[in-house]
Structure formats: structure tokens, C-alpha cells
């Protein structure tokens, strides 16, 4: 599908009013670039906020306000376009009068850009970035429209992360299948994966032999991606994704648990964890910046963990640890 897409020009003030002039007019889907909104972001009113910001999002911080709309290059999405510029004309023309209400706010420059689009431009673009790559010496993550030659001993998965958080590449992920590798032992050990994601860790662990898995996940969306991901990989025997809150609700017990999230949630989270272990009890955690280290390390420890061993990789670190009451079995 072709698209134009239609870009306004404004100021803050002019979001709102444009925004509510355009939806009057019939003309829906509107996308705001608000710079405000990201300065309240980076202004960190909660601790939850953000974990980490990517420079590319401050940058965002000192752009232009403005509105975009994609039209369809369709009969109707022509028409739609034509009534949006002339809403937009309206205003100026309105503006111009000294008297009128909008001649005494600031909409900016209200200038419009036009350029057009296919969605297959962006929907499939950043597969060409995504390729067969080791998180771990043993263990491959493939793109499902790639091919790869298993070498040796590797263990291979095959994912098609959808809409899911997920491709395997990430530092965190592989921290997790580092400690995954040294604490799984036994085919007997069931692993818990909190907040699984496209399933990767939880396709992991059964690649490592283990014969139950169970991946927990909030996002509808997220669930059936790793459903699909674990059934392209042959292992909805060992692994059941559910739809769930953290633990909320779950009734099992594990003798790993997994938990590639973020520093709060990480923290947040262990508190529950200690009634989802038995046997050994490991609690494997990630998703956590190196300078929240110490701060999350002595959370897991007040909740009753010692730590085993932190691995690093550049800005990033995971955390194994193991529940006190479990240190001698």
C-alpha cells in the first residue's frame, strides 16, 4: 500500500487546536510530535519512568511540534488529504483577521510537507539488519526468512519476532543464556521466564534440556508471537507460553527463574520470587544498567538471594543469584 504522508508545522499551542479542527473535519489518525512530552520524559518525574534513553530520543526533545497523517493513495485518502489542507487553510486565512481568537495564539508557522511512502519501505526494512548471529558460543538465533547451516555442537533457534521484544542480539539476552548454560544441569529442572518476550530464553533453556518451560508474558500480542516461535522450533512440548502479570496469579513453581526486564521491574519482581522457587532455587535477572548494579543487588539480597556472580557487557549486566535457604542443596 502507497501512502502520502502530510506534515503540519506548528507550535504546542497549535497541537491541540489543529489536532481538534483536523478530527471536526472527519480527519483521523494523527500523530503528535510533541518536544514537550519528551522533556517530561527525560525530566524523570518517577523513578519508573525510564531506564535507559537513546540519544536519538533526546534529539527528539528539540524538533519543531507538529502533526502527521499518512493518506491512503486511494480515491478516498485523496479526498481526505484536499480536506485536511483546506482545514488548515482555513485557519490561516482566519488568522490573518486581527480580531480573530487564533490571531492572538501561537500556531507556529503552519506550513505543510508532503512526501509519500510505501509501507513495505518500513515494515520489513529492519529484517536487512537482522542475520544468524551467536548469543552464546553454543547457541544461534536465526531469522526465520534466513537460512544457516548448523556448525558442530551449535544449538539453533529460529524466531520471527513479529511485533514482540526479541531478536536474541541484545546484551542482556545473551547475559541471560550465559547463566542459563551454567545453571541448568539437569533435564529435570523446570525454568520460569518472566516477561519471555518473543520466547527466546525460554526456547533456550529447552534447547539446553530442559523438558519443562514455562514463559509468562503480559502483552496479548507478545504471547501469541512466542506461541508461534516455540511451534516453528518443534518444543511446544517442553514450553507453555501463558498470559499473565509478572507472577500475579501463577501457581508454580520453578528451580530457575529468568527475568530479562529492567532494573525497577527487576526489583519489583523479587519480591514475589522466592515462593515461584523450589530445588535450587537460581533466580537469573537482567535488563539492568551497570550504574543500577549495586541498588538492585542489594534488593535481591534483602529478599532474601545471595548473589552468585554478576556478568558484564558494556553498559549492561545480568545478576544470578540463589534463594539462602536453597545454598546447601
Given at each position: 500500500?502507497k501512502?502520502?504522508?502530510?506534515?503540519l508545522?506548528?507550535?504546542?499551542?497549535?497541537?491541540e487546536?489543529?489536532?481538534?479542527?483536523?478530527?471536526?473535519?472527519?480527519?483521523?489518525?494523527?500523530?503528535?510530535?510533541?518536544p514537550?512530552?519528551?522533556?517530561?520524559l527525560?525530566?524523570?518525574?518517577n523513578?519508573?519512568?525510564?531506564?535507559y534513553?537513546?540519544?536519538?530520543v533526546?534529539?527528539?526533545?528539540?524538533?519543531?511540534?507538529?502533526?502527521?497523517v499518512?493518506?491512503?493513495?486511494?480515491?478516498?485518502?485523496?479526498?481526505d488529504?484536499?480536506r485536511a489542507?483546506?482545514?488548515i487553510?482555513?485557519?490561516?486565512?482566519?488568522?490573518?483577521?486581527?480580531d480573530?481568537?487564533w490571531?492572538?495564539?501561537?500556531?507556529?508557522?503552519?506550513?505543510?510537507?508532503?512526501?509519500?511512502?510505501?509501507?513495505?519501505?518500513?515494515?520489513?526494512?529492519w529484517?536487512?539488519?537482522?542475520k544468524?548471529?551467536?548469543?552464546?558460543?553454543?547457541i544461534?538465533?536465526?531469522?526465520?526468512?534466513e537460512?544457516?547451516?548448523?556448525?558442530?555442537e551449535?544449538?539453533?533457534?529460529?524466531?520471527d519476532?513479529?511485533?514482540?521484544?526479541?531478536t536474541?542480539?541484545?546484551?542482556?539476552?545473551?547475559?541471560?543464556v550465559?547463566?542459563?548454560?551454567?545453571?541448568?544441569e539437569?533435564?529435570?529442572?523446570?525454568v520460569?521466564?518472566?516477561g519471555?518476550?518473543?520466547?527466546i530464553?525460554?526456547m533456550?533453556s529447552?534447547?539446553?534440556?530442559?523438558?519443562?518451560t514455562?514463559?509468562?508474558?503480559?502483552?496479548?500480542?507478545?504471547?501469541?508471537?512466542?506461541?508461534?516461535?516455540?511451534?516453528?522450533?518443534?518444543l511446544?512440548?517442553?514450553?507453555e507460553?501463558?498470559?499473565g502479570?509478572?507472577t500475579?496469579g501463577?501457581?508454580?513453581?520453578a528451580?530457575i527463574?529468568?527475568?530479562n526486564?529492567?532494573?525497577?521491574?527487576?526489583?519489583?519482581?523479587?519480591k514475589?520470587?522466592?515462593?515461584?522457587?523450589?530445588g535450587?532455587?537460581?533466580?537469573?535477572?537482567s535488563?539492568i544498567?551497570?550504574?543500577?548494579?549495586s541498588?538492585v543487588?542489594?534488593v535481591?539480597?534483602?529478599?532474601?538471594?545471595?548473589?552468585?556472580?554478576?556478568l558484564?557487557?558494556?553498559?549492561w549486566?545480568?545478576?544470578?543469584a540463589?534463594?539462602k535457604?536453597?545454598e546447601?542443596?
Amino acid at each position: 500500500m502507497k501512502y502520502t504522508i502530510w506534515k503540519l508545522y506548528t507550535q504546542r499551542q497549535g497541537l491541540e487546536i489543529c489536532t481538534n479542527a483536523l478530527m471536526a473535519d472527519g480527519i483521523s489518525g494523527i500523530i503528535i510530535d510533541d518536544p514537550e512530552d519528551v522533556a517530561d520524559l527525560l525530566n524523570k518525574k518517577n523513578e519508573y519512568d525510564w531506564d535507559y534513553v537513546d540519544d536519538s530520543v533526546r534529539q527528539m526533545a528539540q524538533k519543531e511540534p507538529a502533526l502527521t497523517v499518512y493518506f491512503e493513495q486511494t480515491e478516498q485518502g485523496r479526498a481526505d488529504l484536499r480536506r485536511a489542507m483546506d482545514c488548515i487553510e482555513a485557519i490561516k486565512e482566519e488568522r490573518r483577521d486581527p480580531d480573530s481568537a487564533w490571531a492572538k495564539m501561537d500556531l507556529g508557522r503552519l506550513e505543510m510537507e508532503i512526501s509519500t511512502a510505501d509501507d513495505g519501505d518500513w515494515k520489513d526494512k529492519w529484517k536487512e539488519y537482522f542475520k544468524p548471529a551467536h548469543i552464546t558460543e553454543r547457541i544461534v538465533v536465526k531469522p526465520s526468512w534466513e537460512e544457516y547451516q548448523r556448525q558442530g555442537e551449535e544449538l539453533v533457534m529460529e524466531i520471527d519476532p513479529g511485533m514482540a521484544f526479541g531478536t536474541g542480539t541484545h546484551p542482556t539476552t545473551a547475559l541471560c543464556v550465559k547463566l542459563l548454560e551454567k545453571y541448568i544441569e539437569s533435564p529435570d529442572d523446570v525454568v520460569l521466564d518472566v516477561g519471555c518476550g518473543s520466547g527466546i530464553l525460554s526456547m533456550a533453556s529447552a534447547l539446553l534440556g530442559v523438558e519443562r518451560t514455562v514463559g509468562v508474558e503480559i502483552d496479548p500480542v507478545a504471547v501469541e508471537v512466542a506461541r508461534e516461535n516455540v511451534a516453528r522450533n518443534h518444543l511446544s512440548d517442553r514450553i507453555e507460553v501463558r498470559e499473565g502479570d509478572l507472577t500475579r496469579g501463577l501457581n508454580m513453581k520453578a528451580d530457575i527463574v529468568v527475568a530479562n526486564l529492567m532494573a525497577d521491574l527487576v526489583m519489583a519482581l523479587s519480591k514475589d520470587v522466592r515462593k515461584h522457587l523450589q530445588g535450587k532455587g537460581i533466580y537469573i535477572s537482567s535488563g539492568i544498567l551497570i550504574e543500577k548494579q549495586s541498588q538492585v543487588s542489594q534488593v535481591i539480597q534483602d529478599c532474601g538471594f545471595a548473589i552468585l556472580e554478576i556478568l558484564e557487557e558494556g553498559e549492561w549486566c545480568a545478576i544470578a543469584a540463589r534463594r539462602k535457604d536453597a545454598e546447601n542443596r
